[in-house]
């Protein structure tokens, strides 16, 4: 791209090329489509309690998910991460959250609605994106397809 070359256009250094250059075109719609509002995030430390303890809790080998319907009515999906210190340093526990975070934003329209998700990580397992996006949506149709027959159970 930086060579000589036959286009009409005067070629940049690469120094002076800017990051729209390098970034693909997107429809702003697209933004909108996978955000993670603030509305989406469970924040309270009672909504965890609540989650955790009566909620369901399935596992594969680097994610734990505990799952909870919500009302009928609401088809929303929330999420929370938690991050024990026993995980590691403050960078390490970062790391995990902006990974989780970030598979959840792109797979929210393969989640199913209307639960809300707390997610933290196995004991000694090391941040993978690759794990990470494909553990999510999995654990997440794996505690709504238990959440199902615990429903029908009763």
């Known amino acids: 791209m930086h060579g000589p070359s036959n286009s009409s ?24 489509r996978y955000s993670f509002s603030k509305t989406q995030r ?23 998910l505990f799952a909870m319907p919500t009302a009928p009515d ?21 790391r995990w959250k902006r990974l989780i975070r970030e598979s959840f934003r792109l797979n929210q329209s393969g989640l199913p609605a209307g639960y809300e998700f707390i997610i933290r990580p196995k004991r000694g397992v090391s941040p ?3 794990a990470i996006k494909k553990s999510v949506p999995y654990l997440a149709r794996k505690a709504a397809k238990r959440a199902c027959q615990a429903n029908k159970q009763r």
Request: positive net charge; hydrophobic residues 35%.
């Open 74 to 94: 609401d088809d929303s999906i929330r999420l929370g991460i938690t991050i024990p210190k026993k995980t590691g340093n403050a960078v390490l526990r970062n």
């Open 9 to 32: 256009q005067p070629q940049r250094p690469w120094h002076t090329l800017q990051c729209q250059d390098a970034i693909p075109s997107r429809h702003p719609q697209d933004d909108m």
């Open 128 to 130: 993978d994106w690759i």
């Open 42 to 64: 469970i924040t309270r430390s009672g909504d965890f309690t609540r989650i955790i303890r009566s909620g369901i809790c399935v596992a594969d080998g680097i994610l734990v």
